[in-house]
């Protein structure tokens, strides 16, 4: 009997995999976004690295990677400490594509010839790429983010930077397990989290003892616990230990000057529910070498700007990932026929796509614009304002909205989002990460709160410039006027924090989008995010009039 004669149907009314789709030309509020905070100049590059995370291969790759996770080998096979980490290559191929497009150094590539300043638009440029690269494969970005945030900690002891930087700054990976003065390129981790304290991390218990005199630059030995020691293959590490001044910052490297290993001993990888391909560890720290970098008693103060570095990478992230969810949305809905239409042309679903695009617009472009920020904030006193405040509350507000947005994308799939055939499901388990790592809500609100009271200034020049977006505009003049009016009571401010955080994210997002996105667009989130009333879901206020442009804006047609 042939084969045909089993044939019981044909496939039909399936939507093609999401896969050589360009992910800067299709996304018309990132170009949009990146032009107008200051990375125009590359869009052409931009545009081929879009092609290359969109493309199938580069898909294949981050499922590759995360469906062979990596391993722990404690020991070699005579019993000796090994301490290693076996990755599938497709993880090395996504470090090799992100080290090589600059994702892990970019914005500090001027440090190479001594002098300058970093070109205009470098953070926004290399945000970009960070935006398509993590809804290629957003694991490994931890350790490239890490390397990049780590450059302006590691500048404030210029002798520990000088050897390391070459070695950051080369655009080559270089995966191997030997010292650093061996290797093309170099990768750099962090470990501030102990089980005792969490996000407390005064609450430290690790100790660290001077070698010799001690203070900045010195050597001492570090004993203690990390829970969390964030990408343990990397070359070097910054942590947090308890030296005789209090609460201090080290340099730890994998290995010692000497050759030798320095005693980092991996206790388990950390069993997560997304962000897989990425190996997070518990690591005992047997009498490690560590060297100081800043002070001693001062080690939050010196570690912070690399925590407000990969907070950046954190809200820009989720707004790809964002971006992701929605594209896959759009893509199948176009090809989706579902009683005698199609799926995109049913108006409660329509409505649905265009409130979902609405936050994912919103989302990007104030990351986009908390980026330009990073870049301007050495000349310009509101560049630097923004980068203050808006820093915690951009974290906060996009990183919070990004998992319920990826689950109304994955009912927008049906039950083909539920499976892991797709990108769906990875996509989904990855979506709360970035609201929990570099600090959780509560944390970012309080840092909001910090600021209040420390720095009015900085919150006078960003209610400021909302106030010029607002001219004309009922709705966001009082949005603006109800936070101030919070402003002045401060006893209720700390137990309404969330709502006071919430609210000036969602109103710097709609002076942008008022200022610079389509009328359709910024109509319809200034009605229903700001004049709103509350809502659980996706789709369920007022119907927005220009709900089809939205979709259409954000997936073109022939992008599939």
Not at 281 to 286: A, G, K, N, P
Request: charged share 20%; aromatic share 6%.
């Amino acid at each position: 009997m042939s084969e045909q004669s089993f044939a019981t149907h044909e496939v039909t009314n399936q939507s093609p995999p999401f896969e050589d789709v360009n992910l800067f030309l299709s996304d018309a509020a990132l170009r949009e976004a990146v032009e107008r905070e200051g990375g125009g100049a590359e869009a052409q590059d931009l545009a081929a690295f879009g092609a290359a995370t969109g493309s199938a291969r580069g898909f294949e790759i981050g499922r590759l990677a995360n469906e062979n996770l990596p391993k722990l080998h404690r020991f070699d096979q005579k019993g000796f400490p090994a301490d290693r980490i076996e990755f599938h290559p497709a993880y090395h191929e996504a470090m090799t594509m992100s080290c090589a497009a600059g994702l892990h150094c970019s914005p500090w590539e001027h440090l190479k010839d001594g002098g300058g300043g970093p070109p205009p638009g470098a953070h926004v440029a290399r945000l970009a790429r960070l935006y398509m690269m993590t809804q290629m494969e957003p694991g490994h970005v931890c350790p490239i983010t890490m390397t990049n945030a780590a450059v302006p900690t590691l500048l404030l002891q210029a002798e520990l930077a000088e050897p390391l930087l070459p070695k950051m700054l080369s655009r080559r990976y270089d995966p191997a397990f030997k010292p650093m003065t061996e290797k093309t390129g170099a990768t750099i981790g962090m470990g501030m989290t102990e089980k005792q304290g969490g996000t407390d991390v005064r609450a430290n218990t690790t100790t660290a003892q001077p070698a010799g005199a001690g203070g900045p630059g010195a050597e001492y030995v570090l004993v203690g616990h990390k829970w969390f020691l964030s990408a343990p293959m990397c070359d070097a590490f910054l942590m947090l230990a308890q030296a005789p001044a209090g609460l201090s910052c080290f340099l730890v490297p994998r290995f010692l000057p000497d050759g030798s290993v320095n005693p980092l001993r991996l206790q388990r990888l950390k069993d997560k529910l997304g962000n897989r391909s990425n190996a997070s560890s518990e690591v005992e720290l047997q009498g490690v070498h560590g060297w100081l970098v800043g002070e001693e008693g001062r080690g939050i103060a010196t570690i912070i700007e690399m925590v407000t570095m990969t907070r950046l990478d954190c809200a820009v992230a989720s707004a790809g990932q964002m971006r992701l969810a929605l594209a896959q949305a759009v893509r199948h809905c176009r090809h989706r026929n579902v009683f005698q239409k199609r799926l995109v042309d049913q108006p409660l679903m329509t409505q649905v796509l265009a409130d979902m695009a609405l936050d994912v617009e919103a989302a990007t472009a104030l990351a986009f614009r908390l980026a330009r920020a990073f870049d301007e904030a050495a000349q310009s006193d509101e560049a630097a304002a923004w980068r203050r405040l808006m820093t915690p509350v951009t974290k906060y507000w996009v990183c919070k909205i990004a998992p319920a947005l990826g689950y109304e994308a994955m009912e927008c799939l049906g039950g083909n989002g539920y499976v892991e055939d797709g990108l769906a499901a990875r996509l989904y388990r990855e979506l709360p990460l970035n609201a929990i790592w570099e600090g959780s809500g509560n944390v970012m609100c309080l840092d909001v709160l910090r600021v209040l009271s420390q720095d009015s200034a900085a919150v006078a020049l960003v209610l400021e410039e909302l106030d010029e977006a607002s001219a004309g505009d009922k709705a966001l003049a009082s949005a603006i006027g109800d936070l101030r009016a919070r402003l002045a009571d401060p006893q209720g401010l700390e137990a309404g924090a969330r709502w006071f955080v919430e609210r000036l994210a969602v109103t710097a997002a709609a002076a942008i989008l008022r200022r610079h996105a389509p009328a359709a667009v910024a109509d319809a989130f200034v009605a229903s995010r700001l004049g709103g009333g509350f809502r659980h879901t996706y789709g369920c206020g007022a119907a927005h009039a220009g709900s089809r442009t939205i979709v259409d804006r954000a997936m073109p047609a022939e992008g599939g």
